[in-house]
């Protein structure tokens, strides 16, 4: 059990602000991507570099805000506990994948085959009754 305090989850008005202001950076950075298009002699190399400038612009401002910090120590922990994964061998990836590969196609073939009772018997069998 986690044995942290639970941190409040509102978001205040500066961070409300902060965000407003993330959002504008980003949109300008998008806006003069579009303004500055392929007439305007600015290569298109530059313009997507303001793009991503005005991106990490973005992310850093909203790093600084309370959701943010959230994501922040949802991404640590996350982190953390990806260390304790022992990942499975070459060998173990290989026979599991094998395994699947083989119920897929045993599975695909009981299905085939009970479709093809059921097309028998209901094409067949009922409708020709019916005549």
Do not use: H
């Not at 990490?56 to 953390?80: H, K, M, N, W």
Request: charged residues 20%; aromatic residues 8%.
């Amino acid at each position: 059990m986690n044995t942290k305090a639970e941190q409040t989850k509102g978001v205040n008005a500066a961070d409300i602000g902060k965000l407003v202001l993330a959002v504008l950076v980003l949109a300008g950075g998008i806006f003069a991507y579009s303004w500055f298009g392929n007439d305007s002699g600015v290569p298109q190399a530059v313009r997507f570099l303001g793009v991503l400038v005005a991106l990490l612009i973005a992310l850093a401002i909203g790093a600084f805000t309370g959701p943010g910090r959230r994501v922040r120590g949802f991404l640590a922990e996350s982190q953390f506990e990806m260390r304790k994964v022992v990942w499975p061998t070459r060998d173990e990836t290989l026979k599991t994948t094998g395994i699947i590969i083989v119920v897929v196609i045993v599975l695909s073939l009981l299905l085939g085959l009970i479709d093809l009772i059921l097309k028998t018997v209901v094409l067949d069998w009922l409708l020709k009754l019916g005549k």
